[in-house]
């Protein structure tokens, strides 16, 4: 009995981890509202009004030959992250629209 509720407790841990890392890499989408160059940081307000202040890094892939200073206020844009040390870093993304003017 106590090999099968250790078993179970087992399972429970892995699933658990497992849901965590899941949630973490699953993509985000949103419109930057803004940009610290220096910092390689964005804000990006989701549609359920929910908002991600990101990082970005020289590993960071961007999408469709986009650089860091292309990026726009008003931009939509759907990203991937992992949060390491409190923050969210962006392991990917990509402009889906380009913000007007």
């Known amino acids: 009995m106590k090999k099968v509720l250790a078993t179970a407790f087992a ?3 892995v699933f658990l981890i497992a849901a965590s890392a899941y949630a973490e ?3 985000h989408e949103g419109k930057i509202t ?3 160059q220096p910092a390689m940081m964005l804000t990006v307000q989701g549609e359920k009004g929910d908002s ?3 990082y970005l890094t020289e ?3 961007l ?3 986009l650089t860091f200073g292309e990026l726009r206020e ?3 844009v759907h990203f991937l992250f992992v949060e390491k040390d409190g923050k969210k870093w962006v392991t990917e993304l ?5 913000a007007k003017g």
Do not use: M
């Not at 990509?94 to 380009?98: D, E, F, I, L, S």
């Open 11 to 13: 399972a429970l841990f």
């Open 25 to 27: 890499n699953r993509p």
């Open 34 to 36: 803004r940009i610290e």
């Open 52 to 54: 991600w202040d990101v």
């Open 59 to 61: 590993t960071t892939k």
């Open 63 to 65: 999408k469709k030959k």
């Open 74 to 76: 008003g931009d939509s």
């Open 94 to 98: 990509r402009r889906t629209h380009k």
